[in-house]
């Protein structure tokens, strides 16, 4: 098990990245977009990254579940389940926008974005203080 727990940790860091950047990187795209009118590299980035990271974020889940059933999903686990359940929901929605951005439609304030983005710091954080601490 030590070897999935080392892919796990590796596809959360690449997920991660995706969950921190993708916003971030929506809001330059949104930029160039109001500066060009049209689809630029900044855009083609942003999609790239995200569908990268997508994949890295199943492949953590299932070894996640896997860790999970190997050490009869104790109840931090469970609560760690939900707050990657808050994660998911959370790039789910930056995929939602992603989508739009595609097609040139940016309706959200930067300063939305840069809140946005937050949110999935501060879930993280709470995921590793359970992970280290197992409080439950």
């Known amino acids: 098990m030590d070897w999935v727990k080392v892919l796990h940790l590796l596809c959360v860091l690449g997920w991660m990245t995706g969950i921190f950047a993708v916003p971030r990187a929506?809001?330059?795209w949104k930029r160039e977009y109001a500066t060009s009118g049209e689809f630029?590299?900044?855009?083609?980035?942003?999609?790239?990254?995200?569908?990268?990271?997508?994949?890295?974020?199943?492949?953590?889940?299932?070894?996640?579940?896997?860790?999970?059933?190997?050490?009869?999903?104790?109840?931090?686990?469970?609560v760690k389940l939900g707050?990657?359940?808050?994660?998911?929901?959370h790039y789910g929605w930056t995929g939602r926008l992603v989508l739009r951005a595609?097609?040139?439609i940016f309706?959200?304030?930067?300063?939305?974005?840069?809140?946005?983005?937050?949110m999935s710091v501060v879930i993280a954080?709470?995921?590793?203080?359970v992970v280290v601490f197992r409080p439950f």
């Open 125 to 129: 954080i709470v995921i590793l203080i």
């Open 102 to 104: 595609r097609r040139g």
């Open 83 to 89: 707050l990657v359940g808050l994660l998911a929901a």
């Open 26 to 28: 929506i809001i330059f």
């Open 107 to 118: 309706t959200e304030s930067d300063r939305f974005l840069r809140v946005f983005n937050e």
């Open 40 to 78: 630029g590299p900044t855009g083609d980035l942003t999609i790239r990254l995200y569908r990268f990271s997508l994949g890295l974020g199943v492949l953590a889940v299932l070894t996640g579940l896997a860790l999970g059933w190997s050490w009869n999903f104790p109840v931090w686990v469970w």
